[in-house]
């Protein structure tokens, strides 16, 4: 009788614990549905629409300004990058192929654990069943709706209207 009551207590157990990660992963799932806009769950992007891609994919970590501080941010285990200052740390020229490489294999870092840069290139694909090539230009077409956001150089910004 003693084996019956441990193992329905563990079958019990067992089976508390299958519901509860159910329940957590359908709640991940609905939060990530809803907060990233993945284009399965809500819309489909553009391939040609670096702007919607930035707003489904990268806006929760890096801001919609590109900034770094999106609602995501403090979730992340490294701190998003800034991406406004990337022309700005390679001497005023905005470094779309580094973008573009950074897009389809990384930054370089193991992944380790909850908020770090995934690695986008296999995850377009998978979430938009691109045909082959297309995945390209989203990672194109990204790289260059960031080049948008990079702030102006100080002296760009101080320089006098031109005379009439």
Not at 3 to 29: D, E, H, W
Not at 32 to 39: C, G, L, R
Not at 76 to 85: F, I
Request: glycine share 8%.
């Amino acid at each position: 009788m003693a084996n019956v009551m441990r193992c329905t207590r563990a079958t019990k157990v067992s089976i508390m614990l299958v519901v509860a990660s159910g329940y957590a992963f359908s709640a991940i799932t609905c939060h990530t549905a809803v907060i990233h806009a993945s284009p399965r769950f809500s819309f489909v992007t553009t391939p040609t629409s670096g702007q919607e891609e930035y707003t489904a994919y990268c806006a929760g970590c890096h801001g919609q300004d590109g900034r770094g501080k999106g609602r995501s941010s403090a979730y992340c285990s490294v701190p998003p990058a800034d991406l406004t200052q990337l022309a700005q740390r390679n001497n005023g020229i905005y470094p779309a192929e580094w973008i573009c490489e950074v897009l389809r294999h990384g930054t370089g870092h193991a992944a380790r654990g909850q908020g770090y840069m995934p690695t986008w290139e296999p995850l377009l694909k998978s979430m938009n069943g691109d045909p082959p090539g297309v995945t390209e230009v989203r990672i194109q077409s990204l790289a260059a709706f960031i080049r948008t956001l990079q702030d102006q150089p100080s002296s760009a910004k101080k320089q006098p209207p031109a005379a009439k």
